[in-house]
């Protein structure tokens, strides 16, 4: 009997242990939950990072994605907003500087029209002022030679 109250008592302790061991079990694994999360907590604080949700996560990487998109899309439409502008002024200066070099070029030639009339015109007065020139030249010799004529002495011949 001492030995079948022995092996009752074994089994009994060895059924408190099981549950001590399970309740142990337990509270480790709770200890251990709640710990980690405070440890990892402040391990990534030390290192300069910070937790979030995986949920936020893959919330923050949709909006870096559509970000992204419409950054890209956005920069091409304000490039080639900004190409037209540009174009266009280009070609506007390109016809401004096309009408003044029309205007200039139409403005020598009216320079050029009255230079070659006031040539043509002077060249006429300088042809005109020879002709002048030329008839009071001979005007002047004709006086000469008529004056000249009526002096004439004629001595008698004194021998």
Do not use: C
């Not at 074994?10 to 509270?27: G, P």
């Not at 300069?48 to 949920?55: A, D, K, L, N, V």
């Not at 174009?87 to 003044?100: P, R």
């Not at 002048?132 to 010799?141: F, K, N, T, V, W």
């Amino acid at each position: 009997m001492l030995v079948a109250n022995k092996e009752e008592a074994i089994s009994a302790l060895e059924v408190e242990y099981a549950e001590k061991r399970r309740q142990a079990d337990v509270e480790l694994e709770l200890s251990f939950k709640a710990n980690q999360e405070r440890v990892v907590n402040q391990w990534l604080t030390s290192n300069g990072y910070t937790s979030i949700p995986t949920s936020e996560l893959t919330t923050l990487r949709s909006d870096l994605d559509t970000a992204r998109t419409n950054t890209e899309a956005t920069v091409k439409k304000e490039v080639a907003t900004v190409a037209a502008t540009l174009k266009t002024q280009y070609e506007n200066e390109i016809k401004l500087i096309h009408s003044e070099n029309k205007a200039i070029a139409a403005e020598n030639a009216a320079k050029i029209g009255t230079l070659a009339t006031q040539n043509k015109f002077l060249e006429e007065q300088v042809t005109k002022l020879y002709a002048q020139l030329d008839a009071e030249r001979s005007a002047g010799i004709e006086r000469a030679k008529a004056g000249s004529v009526g002096s004439i002495n004629v001595a008698p011949s004194s021998k």
